[in-house]
């Protein structure tokens, strides 16, 4: 497929790199334009191009931006044929993003980010923390693969991102539509914990939407006082334990 990756940090460049190694056609683009990530694109394989571009001639548009920031994009999918999937991969972070009224009253996160943008949305590669997306893929059918979770409205969209995921070296679980995603965000059990395709499946359906942020948030404390004290292991320990 013919990739637009916007957003070329640890999500992004993490994606552009695996999805350019798998076969695909990736351009990626940031907030700065082109010039800063030209090398780290072409190391991998990638295209670095302007935002604008990299929406044009695609059969997929990945946003891997701050959540804050969405409202920067704005008008630009206008052009943007509507068969064009746009997946989102963005969490919500009020201590980070600023409070988001909507988004603490309950939108569903990438609800509010398809309003912003004026364009329905994928939500994939939320639920996987950046070095377990880098460095714990595996092939298609080998035991203890995990899963990510996919949300959406239409079948079609939601068929390609199960091919990008599995590219990624990740099953891939449909996790019902966008207005559901709110299983898969921060502080639910399914979030950032490494699960296989039946404990996913388990996790999505266990969530509480009330206590989800609750969880995010004494996470948060609780990461931002160990500092870099915490291995990565360990991280993914303590989010199954906070939100089991
Ligand atoms: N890190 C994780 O473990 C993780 C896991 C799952 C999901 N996520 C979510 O995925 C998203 C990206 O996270 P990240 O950790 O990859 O972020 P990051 O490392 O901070 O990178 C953000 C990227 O977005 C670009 N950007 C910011 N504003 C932009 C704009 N208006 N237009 C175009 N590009 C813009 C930045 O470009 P410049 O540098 O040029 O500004 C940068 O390349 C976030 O919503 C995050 O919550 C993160």
Known sequence: MKIGIIGAGNIGATLARKLAASGHEVKLANS????PIRDLAHGFGAVAVSK???V???DVVVLSIPFARYPDLAGHFSDVPAEVVVIDTSNYYPFRDGAITEVDDGKPESVWVSEQIGRPV?????AVLAATLSDRGKSAGTPGRIAIPVAGDDANATAKAFQLVDATEFDALDAGTLAESWRQQPGTPGYCTELTLNE????LAAADRRRAP???EALIKEFA???ARLTHDE???RNRAVTA
Not at 32 to 35: A, F, Q, Y
Not at 200 to 203: F, G, H, M, S
């Open 56 to 58: 044009k001639d695609v």
């Open 52 to 54: 604008e571009h990299a």
């Open 235 to 237: 991280i993914v320990a």
């Open 225 to 227: 006082a160990a500092g």
């Open 122 to 126: 994928i939500k994939v590669w939320n």
């Open 32 to 35: 700065k334009g082109p010039d």
């Open 200 to 203: 996913l499946k388990a996790a």
């Open 214 to 216: 609750e969880n995010r």
